[in-house]
């Protein structure tokens, strides 16, 4: 036995965890998945993953980690080698339990698999909800919710930097920030009391431009910028983007959230575009909606705006009293970019939670 404690059987749990949408963008990092600026995320209700893990006694403890994984009830023989990967190399400091048992585990999405949309996110909160809640049930502790979800997120960070803030409710920031006392690099904070009323509603559909597999991930995205000639002076403006977004999201400022969401959004595809090699992410169909999201908000004087990630699918952003006029908007002008008129219509939502 690896942990001095009694090895038990038929445990088992499931989570069901969010994705995320950054608005201020963490791109590049250092160390062992530490953000070289700090970012804010609003969290997602509809876009999410289901984990289940059942962990069953070893005969042999002292073996490597044993991972049997199915996405959609089938078997997934390379994502369960990526999560042996993961699981080993966190074991020995954050779960000694690991090496005591097979694990099970069973995962699927809310969102179709082809749907471009990144499900890292996602995926890896709800399995590091799943670890926590089993060594809590391994040396019988509650889910005592501060240093359950701080836990959860420093797990979900070293599977995947944007992962971190996805186990908080409506908003969330990751990385040191000189404005925020308790923010740090390892983990991320919720901050959905500092929320104005019109932001904790807001709707966030997601128009997907394209579903194709994109051609630099975001791995390879975050490392390119630190050949970046315009990296230093990024990481300083996505600070200072943070200071002035925290104070509009508190304030209910529509105009400075979005005119700082875009310009976040824009910069992240710039910084694509001059990183050597360069490349683009956007397709033609991500600069038409673009385009056509501001004449929209021109016209009517109706406050929604646009945001991407690491791909070309477009996050529509707008307050929830505009629902009617946006819906009828997107429906006419913008579905017909969508791949197979495809859109999930998401909203900000209340973070993980265990599945009973
Ligand atoms: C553009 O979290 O996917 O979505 O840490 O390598 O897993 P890894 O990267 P990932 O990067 C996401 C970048 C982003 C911006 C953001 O979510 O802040």
């Not at 990092?29 to 993953?49: E, V």
């Not at 048992?101 to 799943?130: R, T, V």
Request: aromatic share 8%; glycine share 6%; proline share 4%.
């Amino acid at each position: 036995m690896s942990s001095s404690i009694e090895i038990k059987n038929n445990l088992k749990t499931g989570w069901e965890s969010p994705s995320n949408i950054a608005l201020v963008k963490y791109w590049g990092k250092h160390g062992r998945q530490l953000p070289n600026n700090a970012s804010i995320s609003f969290t997602l209700s509809q876009a999410a993953t289901r984990t289940f893990v059942s962990l069953e006694k070893k005969t042999n403890p002292e073996e490597a980690i044993e991972v049997v994984f199915s996405f959609d009830g089938k078997p997934n023989n390379s994502f369960a080698a990526k999560i042996v990967k993961f699981l080993t190399s966190i074991a020995d400091e954050y779960f000694p339990y690991l090496k005591d048992y097979k694990l099970n585990i069973e995962s699927s999405n809310s969102f179709p698999h082809s749907s471009g949309i990144a499900s890292s996110a996602s995926s890896m909160s709800a399995l590091a909800c799943c670890l926590c809640d089993l060594e809590n049930q391994i040396i019988g502790k509650t889910n005592d919710d501060k240093t359950f979800f701080k836990k959860a997120s420093i797990i979900s960070r070293l599977g995947s930097g944007s992962a971190a803030r996805s186990v908080f409710a409506q908003a969330a920031v990751w990385g040191k920030h000189t404005d925020l006392s308790e923010s740090s690099d390892e983990y991320a904070i919720g901050v959905d009391t500092s929320l104005h009323p019109v932001f904790k509603t807001m709707q966030n559909d997601i128009l997907i431009i394209s579903a194709d597999e994109k051609s630099v991930s975001s791995t390879a995205g975050h490392a390119l910028m630190e050949g970046n000639p315009y990296a230093p002076v990024r990481y300083e403006q996505a600070n200072h983007s943070l200071s002035k977004l925290l104070i509009a999201l508190k304030e209910g400022d529509l105009e400075t959230f979005g005119k700082i969401t875009e310009d976040e959004a824009l910069t992240l595809h710039a910084l694509m575009m001059c990183s050597d090699p360069s490349y683009i992410l956007m397709e033609e169909g991500s600069l038409a909606v673009i385009k056509k999201i501001k004449k929209f908000r021109e016209k009517y004087n109706i406050p929604v705006y646009f945001t991407l990630d690491a791909g070309p699918n477009i996050h529509v952003l707008y307050p929830e009293k505009y629902d009617k006029e946006v819906s009828q908007f997107i429906i006419a002008e913008l579905k017909p970019y969508c791949h197979q008129g495809r859109i999930i219509r998401d909203k900000v939502g209340n973070g993980p939670s265990k599945i009973s």
